[in-house]
């Protein structure tokens, strides 16, 4: 299934005049780079039927910092720290992105200790980030409170990030080669802590929001994402879940310690943005269950199989990695020569800059409030999407 | 045994001058025109006032509400708990920039704060507050209510259009088409009272409400109505969940989103304005005004009852409407603009004629509570 897609110059072309005076005429506004559903910056061209949305157009680019081509000057340690600076919300994510991909071209061998400490952060990350998602669809629904209570959560898992990291959003915790702490003496206890308040919390998220009628009438059947048309636009993550296609890699492809605990992929049904929406509040509730079930079983041993200072030798070829964000899939392709520091080419695959095109095929035929509410079910962040 | 209740009432609570602010006016005539001139002054600048205090009160009871439901403590810094953060803010919005857009329809878009605001400001002049304090009591008080209340949407309408901006036009179409829709429904629900009272004056109906409040004394028929009134109403002024025109993650701001300083906080005064309004004619037309709360037979609690003041009566009811209202926005997300329509003409409307009609057959059977006289 292929969508057509029109350039911007075509968009932008004024509209044909109205063919009499009852007829009403097209018009095209611009949802953004500044406006509050963009979430940062990026730009939406619209035409608009009176209420009714006939063409979006993303107009990504606003928050380009070239990162990619940043990486090609930097050693592999470096490339973890732009890696924060993609996807913010999965900070942990991309930094084991990168250091997945470099540890498996320099054939570094990693203990257990390290791959379970790394898969809790993760997840932690995870319900942090989805949390985050629910307050800000809230918001974007019109519910400010909703806001507010996700980010009251985030916060409480912010300190427990804090304490053993140091950092609250830009981590640069996951190293090639390990993490660049050790967990702290009473981390256990306070995540443990954290799991037992946080799942009455989700329950409270769904009676505040999920069993609300409004929000049902305005998520259950709009924007059905074919499944399809999602493999063959490529979307990962939650939103292609949620099309009923059960693609994790968590589950399909192993990694870090995910092998070891028992967790469900939840799936959707009808690919609308009810379902994109329940199955990031599932994914929540899956989340705490990995985390806890890791939790007893961090054997000892060192948290870094490789000094800091010890320069990564990859030799010469090309090398992919990808894992399991909380958007989606975020591959890393590197090139190396074999004698430099760094890659001499590195390029993300962004679970984002996929789902971002979805819009332009849900979107037409709906209202604008329906635009928002599709756009806010793929949960995007736009500094990945421009890198 | 009504009339003994009352007459304890009044000598309780003082016995009223049951003259309104303008028939004070209009008998200082006959003596001294200085007097009249003074009375209409007084008025004027009176309730100017009042709707200032009144909005300051209004917008910081809504902030404070609003960070107790949002797990936090809203203002705090400006005085004690905040109570001059309002100000603070008011003196702000004076010194900003009143920017005009560019290419906008200047005369209108200077206008139209002012006519949101003088629709309010209207409609405030016929509330009574208690059998003391009334300004104008107009024998069709429920028409003129609704009437003017729905001139404002005139001054978000000229808003939006004048504002050379796509997301403004929006929002105000979106409240153009809103306020019209639901005003049918509003107003089909005040009928209700209006056949039970059998007066359209505002005094007359708070008056009718002696041996009982008309949401629970009309056998089922008030509470539908009063129901209805709450959801109408609520739309009416642009309140979540009905607040599409304002929009804020669609349209940026809706109707307001151009402007700027003092004339913005205009259309926001109007707003908290429009709900006390919404609250002051629920609690007139259903809970009774400034009638204290009585029950037939129990001497002892009516007079306990009696002794609360009027006023104080009519700005409970009041402010609990209005927290109902605030409490509606911050726990309801956002409704869509033809669900909207959906839920006013499919549901809203045929639910306000049913009951309309079951209204008249009660009143013209006699039955409904304490029919009295």
Not at chain 1, 5 to 29: D, W
Not at chain 1, 258 to 274: E, H, L
Not at chain 2, 8 to 34: H, P, R, V, Y
Not at chain 2, 342 to 357: A, D, H, M, S
Request: charged share 15%; proline share 5%.
């Amino acid at each position: 299934m292929a969508v057509k897609v029109k350039t911007l110059e075509e968009l932008l072309k004024p509209p044909a005049e109205a063919a009499s005076a009852l007829s009403t005429q097209e018009y095209y506004v611009n949802m953004g780079p500044q406006h509050p559903i963009s979430h940062g910056s990026l730009r939406f061209v619209v035409r608009l039927d009176g209420e009714t949305a006939k063409e979006v157009m993303p107009v990504p680019g606003y928050v380009h910092r070239g990162i990619e081509k940043m990486c090609e000057h930097l050693s592999y340690r470096q490339m973890v720290h732009l890696s924060d600076r993609m996807d913010y919300f999965s900070a942990l994510m991309g930094n084991w992105a990168v250091s997945k991909t470099v540890e498996h071209a320099a054939g570094i061998e990693l203990n257990d200790r390290i791959e379970i400490i790394r898969t809790i952060m993760a997840e932690l990350q995870r319900v942090q980030s989805h949390v985050l998602w629910w307050a800000v669809l809230g918001m974007d629904m019109g519910a400010a409170t909703a806001f507010l209570y996700g980010f009251r959560e985030r916060e409480i898992i912010g300190e427990i990030f804090e304490e053993t990291i140091g950092a609250r959003l830009t981590m640069n915790y996951i190293q090639p080669g390990g993490v660049m702490y050790d967990i702290q003496p009473g981390f256990v206890a306070k995540v443990k802590k954290l799991i037992s308040y946080l799942r009455p919390v989700i329950d409270e998220y769904d009676t505040l929001l999920s069993g609300n009628v409004i929000l049902q009438e305005r998520l259950r059947n709009v924007g059905v994402l074919d499944p399809k048309l999602a493999l063959s636009m490529g979307c990962t993550g939650p939103v292609l879940r949620a099309s009923g296609v059960p693609l994790d890699l968590r589950k399909v492809q192993p990694y870090g310690a995910y092998a070891k605990a028992d967790f469900n992929v939840a799936v959707g049904s009808k690919g609308d943005s009810w379902d994109r929406y329940y199955v990031r509040v599932q994914e929540m509730r899956e989340s705490l269950r990995i985390v806890e079930q890791l939790l007893d079983g961090i054997p000892e041993g060192p948290h870094m199989v490789m000094k800091p200072a010890v320069r990564i030798k990859v030799p010469e070829g090309m090398f992919y990695g990808q894992l399991e964000t909380s958007r989606g899939i975020l591959g890393l392709t590197l090139v190396s020569d074999g004698k430099g520091a760094g890659p001499i080419r590195a390029h993300f695959r962004s679970p984002n800059y996929n789902n971002l095109w979805v819009i332009s095929a849900l979107a037409p035929g709906w209202r604008v409030a329906d635009t928002i509410a599709i756009l806010s079910s793929l949960d995007l962040v736009i500094p990945e999407i421009d890198r | 045994m009504h009339e003994s209740v009352v007459t304890t009432w009044m000598m309780t609570a003082g016995a009223w001058q049951a003259k309104t602010w303008a028939e004070l006016a209009s008998d200082a005539l006959s003596q001294n025109i200085w007097l009249t001139v003074a009375y209409i002054a007084g008025g004027l600048i009176g309730s100017m006032t009042a709707v200032t205090i009144l909005g300051l009160a209004l917008i910081y009871a809504e902030r404070k509400i609003a960070g107790h439901f949002q797990c936090r403590l809203g203002p705090m810094r400006v005085g004690p708990h905040g109570i001059f953060q309002t100000l603070a803010d008011v003196v702000k919005l004076l010194m900003k920039e009143d920017i005009i857009p560019d290419r906008a329809d200047k005369a209108m878009h200077l206008l139209a704060p002012f006519l949101a605001m003088g629709a309010t400001m209207l409609v405030i002049a016929v509330i009574p507050y208690s059998p003391l304090l009334q300004l104008v009591d107009l024998n069709i008080g429920v028409l003129y209510v609704t009437a003017i209340s729905g001139f404002g949407v005139m001054g978000i309408l000229l808003g939006g259009w004048s504002s050379n901006n796509k997301w403004s036009l929006l929002g105000a179409m979106r409240s153009g088409a809103q306020i019209i829709s639901y005003e049918v429904s509003a107003t089909l629900a005040l009928m209700v009272v209006v056949l039970f009272a059998g007066t359209l004056s505002l005094r007359g109906i708070v008056e009718s409400q002696m041996d009982g409040w008309w949401i629970w004394r009309a056998h089922g028929v008030g509470i539908v109505a009063f129901i209805i009134y709450l959801i109408a109403s609520t739309a009416e002024i642009n309140r979540t969940p009905f607040d599409i025109p304002e929009g804020e993650s669609e349209l940026t701001g809706g109707f307001h989103t151009e402007y700027s300083g003092m004339r913005f906080s205009f259309f926001f005064l109007a707003e908290f304005l429009n709900m006390f309004v919404v609250g002051a004619m629920a609690a007139t037309l259903f809970l009774g005004g400034w009638m204290p709360f009585h029950l037939g037979g129990w001497e002892g609690f009516n007079n306990v009852m009696g002794l609360i003041p009027p006023i104080v009566w009519f700005y409970g009811k009041v402010f609990f409407i209005i927290f109902v209202i605030m409490w509606f926005r911050w726990t309801f997300p956002r409704l869509r603009v033809d669900q909207l329509m959906r839920l006013e003409w499919k549901v809203l409307l045929p639910i306000g004629f049913v009951n309309l009609l079951a209204a008249s057959v009660l009143v013209l059977t006699n039955l409904y509570f304490f029919p009295g006289n």
